[in-house]
C-alpha cells in the first residue's frame, strides 16, 4: 500500500480544515507521507498517565507523546527552542521573562490552550501537597518561579534570584488541561488522576498522539492529534502517523525478540550484547542499527566518605581510613583498565571517561583532561609514597600494617555493571587489593549511599535529563541529597568540596557560555583531582528501526528515538499490517 494515496488522512492533513487563527509551528524541510501505524515494545507497562506523577520511564515513553512543553530541548542540538511558546522576553537582569503564547492552539480533545492553563499548571507543579517531582526544578535557592497571566497568549515569570539558563527549565514541563483537571486538584486527587485505566475522553494534552485504547497487560494504543500545533511546509498537520502502539515486552530479551521478529518496529537502549547479534542479523530481517554514540548516561564507583556513626564497628572504620586519603583513591583509579570495559562488557560501544562528565555531552566536557590510562606503577607509586606497603604474598598493607580489603554493592539486575565490578576486582588485586562484589537490588543500594550509609564502595550510574550541568547541582553541591559519596553535608568536609561549592553556585548566576564552561571546567579538574567517585564509561545510546521509517534519528538526551515521532512517516510500503 502506497501510503501518499489515503484520501481520507490526507483530508486529515489538510490546513483547510482549521482556522486561519491557528499560530502554528512549521518544521523546515520536513516533507513526509500520511499514515500507517507504528509500534514500540516496552520492557515494563507505565504505571500511569499522569505527567506530573510519573516517574517511571516506561511511563514517560508514552506520556512524552501526549504532552507538549512552552520551551523545548532540540535533541539533536542540545538547544532551546520555541514550543508552546513561539517566542519570549527576557529583562536586562535575567529575572523576568515575558513569553508570547501561540494562539488558536487546541488540547486534542479540541478545547482552546491558553495562558489559564499555563498558570494552573506551574501552580500545581509547584503545590507541596501535590508533591510532584518536578517541584524541585523550579525552586531557585529554595524558592519558587512564579507564574502570572498578562493576557489569554502572554504569560509572565519572575525568577527569585538570577540563573544562568532558565529557558532550560522549562523542557519536559507539560502543559495541563485546567477544564480537565481542576477539579481534581481541588478534591486533593491529582496524583490519583489519569492513570493507564482511564478513558480516553476524560485525558486531553497538547502533544502530537492522544490515547485510544489500553489493553491490560498488553498494550497502549495512542492515535495522532488532530489539533496537533505543527505543520509541515506543505501545510500538511503533523504527526503523519496515524497510530503510535507500545506493546509490552516484559524483558529486554523478550522486546529484542520482538523487534527481531517484525512485530515491533523500533527498539531502544538495547544491551551491547543484545546490539551486536541484531546488527549481525540486520541485511536480512529489513531493520537497522544505529549507534548514536555515548548518551548522558555515565557509570562510576563511589567511596563512603560520610561521617562515620560512634559505634562502627573498628574493621569498617579502618577500611574507610583508606577512602579519606586520596592518594589511595588516585591509585584505585590508576588501576582500572577502562578500555577493558569498553572492550569486554560493552562490545566497544561504550565510551571511556576521564571527567565526570558523560561522553555524550559534548558542550560540557573539559578537554584539558587527560586520557585515564591505566598505569599499576604509578598505582604502586602513589601508595608507596603514601607509607602502603605489600606483605610477602603480595597484599597491600595500609600504613598501619592492616590488609586492605573492602566490598563493592553493585545493582544485581544490571548484567553490564556486575561485570564491569568483576573486571574491577581483577584490576585490584593486581595491586594487592581483596575487593568482594555484593550484588544487591537497586533500591538497597540507594539505601545504603543515601541514607543509612552501611557500605564500602558502590557500582552505579547517573543519567542527566539535560546536557545542561545545573540539573547535577544536587550531586556536586556538599549540601546536595545526591551529594554520592557525603550527602546532604551539614557544612562542606574539605577545602576542595568548599570550591565546588562556589564554582558551581557562581555558574549557576552567570549567563554566558564561555564563562560558565571555564567554572564546570574547574569544577570538573577538582573532581579529577580528589576522586570522591571514579569516573568509568558512558554506555552508548544503541536503537534500531524498520528501514521504511523515515526521519529515524536517535539521540543522546532522552527520549532517544521518539523525540521527534511527530515528524516520523513510513517512506514507501508500509511492513506488515501496519496500515
Excluded at 532540540?74 to 536586562?92: C, D, F, G
Excluded at 501535590?130 to 512564579?146: A, E, I, M, T, Y
Excluded at 606497603?389 to 590488609?403: I, K, N
Excluded at 532517544?560 to 510500503?573: F, H, I, K, P, Q
Aim: net charge neutral; glycine share 6%; proline share 7%.
Amino acid at each position: 500500500m502506497i501510503l501518499g494515496h489515503i484520501p481520507v488522512l490526507a483530508l486529515l492533513l489538510s490546513p483547510l480544515s482549521y482556522g486561519a487563527a491557528e499560530d502554528l509551528l512549521v518544521v523546515p524541510g520536513l516533507q513526509g507521507h500520511p499514515g500507517g501505524r507504528l509500534v514500540c515494545a516496552q520492557r515494563t507497562e507505565p504505571r500511569t498517565l499522569n505527567p506530573v506523577m510519573a516517574t517511571d520511564s516506561a511511563s514517560r515513553e508514552v506520556i512524552q507523546r501526549l504532552v507538549a512543553d512552552l520551551i523545548h530541548i532540540n535533541r539533536e542540538t542540545l538547544q532551546t527552542e520555541p514550543a508552546l511558546a513561539k517566542s519570549w522576553k527576557v529583562s536586562p537582569d535575567g529575572l523576568h521573562y515575558v513569553l508570547e503564547l501561540r494562539k488558536g492552539v487546541r488540547f486534542s480533545d479540541g478545547v482552546p490552550f491558553d495562558a489559564d492553563d499555563v498558570v494552573f499548571t506551574f501552580q500545581v507543579l509547584l503545590d507541596e501537597k501535590v508533591n510532584s517531582s518536578q517541584r524541585d526544578l523550579l525552586l531557585l535557592n529554595g524558592k519558587p518561579v512564579s507564574v502570572r497571566k498578562l493576557n489569554p497568549y502572554r504569560v509572565a515569570i519572575d525568577l527569585p534570584g538570577a540563573y544562568s539558563v532558565p529557558e532550560r527549565l522549562f523542557d519536559g514541563l507539560a502543559i495541563l488541561p485546567r477544564h480537565l483537571l481542576l477539579k481534581a486538584y481541588q478534591d486533593g486527587k491529582l496524583a490519583s488522576a489519569w492513570g493507564i485505566r482511564t478513558p480516553p475522553a476524560e485525558m486531553a494534552g497538547l502533544g502530537p498522539f492522544r490515547l485510544r485504547e489500553y489493553v491490560p497487560g498488553q498494550r497502549i494504543i495512542l492515535e495522532r492529534n488532530p489539533y496537533y500545533w505543527k505543520e509541515d511546509p506543505a501545510g500538511h498537520r503533523l504527526p503523519y502517523l496515524s497510530e503510535l502502539d507500545f506493546l509490552n515486552a516484559g524483558t529486554e530479551d523478550m522486546q529484542v525478540m520482538r523487534f527481531a521478529s517484525g512485530e515491533s518496529d523500533l527498539i531502544s537502549r538495547v544491551s551491547a550484547k543484545n546490539y551486536v547479534r541484531l546488527e549481525r542479523d540486520s541485511a536480512g530481517k529489513g531493520y537497522q542499527m544505529r549507534d548514536a554514540g555515548p548518551g548522558l548516561e555515565w557509570n562510576f564507583l563511589v567511596f563512603n566518605l560520610n561521617q562515620l556513626p560512634a559505634n562502627a564497628s573498628t574493621e569498617r572504620k579502618a577500611r574507610q581510613s583508606n577512602f579519606l586519603r586520596k592518594s589511595f583513591r588516585q591509585a584505585v583509579s590508576a588501576a582500572i583498565d577502562r578500555q577493558a570495559l569498553v572492550r569486554m562488557v560493552y562490545q566497544g560501544l561504550a565510551t571511556a571517561l576521564a571527567t565526570p562528565v558523560a561522553g555524550g555531552n559534548k558542550l560540557w566536557i573539559d578537554r584539558d583532561l587527560p586520557a585515564s590510562v591505566r598505569s599499576v606503577a604509578h598505582a604502586h607509586e602513589l601508595l608507596s609514597t603514601d607509607g602502603y606497603r605489600w606483605a610477602g604474598d603480595s597484599a597491600l598493607l595500609d600504613p598501619q600494617g592492616r590488609r586492605v580489603e573492602f566490598s563493592i554493592i553493585v545493582s544485581s539486575g544490571n548484567p553490564e555493571r556486575l561485570e564491569c565490578a568483576t573486571l574491577i576486582e581483577d584490576d585490584l588485586k593486581q595491586l594487592g587489593i581483596q575487593a568482594e562484589i555484593v550484588p544487591l537490588e537497586m533500591r538497597s543500594i540507594l539505601d545504603r549511599v543515601t541514607r543509612t550509609y552501611d557500605y564500602d564502595t558502590a557500582m552505579m550510574s547517573m543519567s542527566a535529563g539535560d546536557a545542561d550541568p545545573n540539573p547535577d547541582l544536587n550531586s556536586w553541591l556538599s549540601s546536595g541529597a545526591s551529594h554520592w559519596w557525603h550527602p546532604s553535608e551539614p557544612s562542606p568536609a574539605t577545602a576542595w568540596e568548599s570550591q565546588i561549592d562556589a564554582l558551581m553556585r557562581r555558574q549557576l548566576v552567570t549567563r554566558a557560555y564561555p564563562d560558565r564552561k571555564r567554572l564546570y571546567d574547574q569544577v570538573q579538574e577538582l573532581l579529577m583531582e580528589n576522586l570522591p567517585l571514579i569516573p568509568l564509561v558512558s554506555p552508548h545510546i544503541l536503537t534500531g528501526a524498520r528501514r521504511q521509517l523515515a526521519r529515524f534519528r536517535p539521540a543522546a538526551m532522552d527520549h532517544y528515538t521518539l523525540w521527534n515521532v511527530d515528524e516520523m512517516y513510513w517512506d514507501g510500503s508500509v511492513p506488515g499490517d501496519r496500515q
